[in-house]
């Protein structure tokens, strides 16, 4: 069904500027992310996804060939900005989202990225989709846990796809919502392991960051997750 002109959302594209200047040499990247300002949507770049960006953008040099899944995509910048540095990546969202998909897709088209999947996925559930996935390098996702309901639901879908690549990483940043927000027991029920990525060792920690205010004041924090091995205490 089509939508209706009152049901056509809007959209507003934002620039993003990934820079760095090394021994006398610059580099820099734009990426266009469309945003959907209708309220029912809320698809709009969040603080820890402009900080994921950033590490990307980091570890540029180590994108190239690698197959990327960024979870609860949304407007996609993390993933998006990975295709960029030369990533094969995989975009997915709640397969009840449409619209999110649709953002997604958006994202992608704002960027001439042609080679891009969509695909819908919905945590903790062990779908056709999630089996079909090729070999993975890496899984992204920022903010997903917003929703204390939804978190062991994510960390059983992210431990799954650690045990079907047991090399690959879990790149996740937050925003500190609340001093109860913990994810340590479910990690340990999972056998997933943590270690915490200081900001300031890839300049995630200014207040404004790719020619952006954001994230501003907000506190963000980054993990790298992956699977405990047998040998881990």
């Not at 994510?154 to 919502?177: D, G, H, S």
Request: glycine share 6%.
């Amino acid at each position: 069904m089509s939508r209706t002109r009152d049901e056509i959302p809007t959209v507003a594209l934002r620039m993003f500027t990934f820079e760095e200047t090394k021994n006398g040499k610059s580099e820099a990247l734009s990426v266009a992310i469309p945003e959907v300002l209708d309220a029912q949507y809320g698809m709009y770049v969040w603080p820890s996804g402009v900080v994921l960006a950033q590490y990307i953008w980091s570890r540029r040099a180590d994108m190239k060939d690698k197959t990327v899944l960024e979870l609860g995509a949304g407007v996609s910048l993390p993933g998006v900005l990975a295709s960029r540095c030369g990533a094969k990546v995989i975009l997915s969202d709640d397969a009840d989202s449409p619209a999110c998909l649709e953002n997604c897709r958006r994202s992608c088209e704002a960027n001439g990225l042609c080679d891009v999947v969509t695909l819908p996925l919905t945590w903790g559930e062990i779908s056709p989709r999630l089996l079909q996935l090729p070999r993975l390098h890496l899984i992204l996702a920022s903010d997903v846990f917003y929703e204390p309901r939804d978190f062991e639901d994510i960390l059983v879908t992210v431990a799954f796809l650690l045990r079907k690549n047991p090399n690959a990483q879990f790149w996740l940043t937050y925003q500190e919502r609340s001093a109860d927000w913990s994810i340590e027991a479910l990690l340990h029920k999972w056998k997933l392991a943590c270690v915490d990525v200081d900001l300031a060792t890839f300049n995630g920690n200014k207040s404004e960051l790719a020619g952006s205010s954001l994230p501003g004041s907000h506190a963000i924090q980054m993990m790298i997750i992956t699977r405990k091995m047998d040998t881990d205490v």
